[in-house]
């Protein structure tokens, strides 16, 4: 139990202030870089992001409150990852609780474990649970101490008109409406946006018919900090149960109701408070059996997996749950939301500056609907497999549980929710193709993946900490490499900000060790190798022996300029 | 004589997830007669690419065992 909670801040009373604007005053309407539409874990990461790369954004959210209920809870590796860079990280990691395994259970017995991180070398685990409030709530006050970053409650959207060169906004405010302009405006604002509508558009996909109930139960126990599914058990027969560990002693339980119960019903008290105890007597752990709980909060959804044809319109430019909706197994929702404000923030962050032309923004739209796509087919196979649409895939489904208890083709069937992994933007037109062989994973538009590294006077990092805010280019240490860094570092001056990290093996003069060989092995990273990742640590070129032609051209190609 | 002589039942499908949709997609469409049929056909096509009836046996056996 977390002996601290009484020195927390509860995010969920948290009020903060409506706060009037020098804009409600102005004659004629203030035009701004950047407008941020919803301050949620999605509007405030880019918010974040954008100030961190020196620009300014408005951000504006129609209500004065953080989230209610733990909904999203669990964020993954990558998106940890990108909290560091946004400075929140440690703050996150510090107060979730970390989980790498899963279990499987059919009826009353384990058919399946997997261990989403089995192996060493990675700072961040593969996931982590935190309510959404502390996750919003840590990222608005990162986001308080970035003067860049104007943040405006209570300010509602209900316009949207949109031109060649700019979109205005109506605005309304508990004292009175206004308009402001945005060169572009971004809609973080969830799965009902009102910008979305504003602007005439629509998400387009699948409803799952069926309902779940989604409880935060607040009791002592023991259940480790692992995803337990449930398929068919006899506490909660023909239907499936999730358990999760979160942070200040209370746990996520969704438990599958089925289409035809009553979400009215299904939410009181009365009719939940069975469904945990059922759980908890059928533990293996006397003490849990009559384990005193309370519930905390608790929601009836129904699932769907959607999204917009296209993330770009003109000077509109959509992100998060707005542009892409999935059900939650799988836990892709806030996560990809998260990538998609980091994809974005480096690309807005050089159009504006001059660095790049707009078409740099049609990547963004291409990249992320790509993703979307990719979390739409696993969360859609996740619930079709839950929740089987027709008699014969019931039929198929069980005959897959029924394998898997012997059988381990069956278990990699068995499909409870494909956990959430950053896409590899395998065709993006920025990536320069490989012309030379490389062994691994790390492809043109694969997110960097963490190594462990150790500085030449002896201090450990970890390499995804030490890249530039800018494009970085990994150099494989050796005889030439000190020349070819200055080479290289020249090729980009003027066109991109570049940080040049030489790795190698110790006693091969790099600046930092690649100790337990990890680069090298990840990244086939050989002497003389390089590596270039884009700001958002996507790689996008790679080269045995790099040239400063080769590195100008792949920069530019990064940047939409050619 | 067959190299595989035993039932594989360790991890062996190039793409499970890919392969269990197009599964479920072959039924679309059909009622329960019909794709207890296409079912009876996939059974008899895909037994007749495997061949060896030691390995017919053991997966007859397992599907047995399974329930």
Redesign the interface.
Known sequence: MDTAVANTVDYQSVVFPYRRSPDQDSATPVRHPVVVVGAGPVGLSLAIDLAQRGQRVVLLDNDDRLSTGSRAICFAKRTLEIFDRLGVGERMVGKGVSWNLGRVFFHDQQVYEFDLLPEHGHERPAFINLQQYYVEGYLAERAAQLPLIELRWKHKVMGVETHGEHARLSVETPDGSYSVDAQWLVACDGSRSSVRQLIGQESHGRTFKDRFLIADVRMAADFPAERWFWFDPPFHPGQSVLLHRQPDGVWRIDFQLGWDANPDEEKKPEHIIPRVKALLAASSNPALRDAEFTLEWASVYTFSCLRMDAFRHGRVLFAGDSAHGVSPFGARGANSGVQDAENLAWKLAAVLRGAAPDALLDSYAAEREYAADENIL?ST?AT??ITPK????R??RD??L??S?????????V?SG?LSVPATLRSSALNTPDRDAFAGRMVPGAPAVDAPLRSADGQPGWLLHLLGDGFTLLLGAGPEAARAADELRAAAAGLAPLTVLTLGAPGSGAAWIDADGCVAQRYDLQPGSAVLLRPDQHVCARWRRPDGDALRTALRHALALS | MDAHDHL??????DA??DF??A??EA?RG?D?AQ?QALNARLVLLLANHIGSSAVLREALQ?AR???
């Not at chain 1, 027709?390 to 895939?393: A, F, H, L, T, V």
């Open positions: 696993n196979r079709d497999f027709s008699e014969i895939s039929v198929f005959a897959v029924q394998l208890r012997q059988h381990g083709f069956a278990r990699t069937l499909n494909r | 594989i039942t360790a991890p062996h499908l499970p997830d269990y949709e599964l479920i039924h059909l329960t794709s397992a065992d399974s329930a």
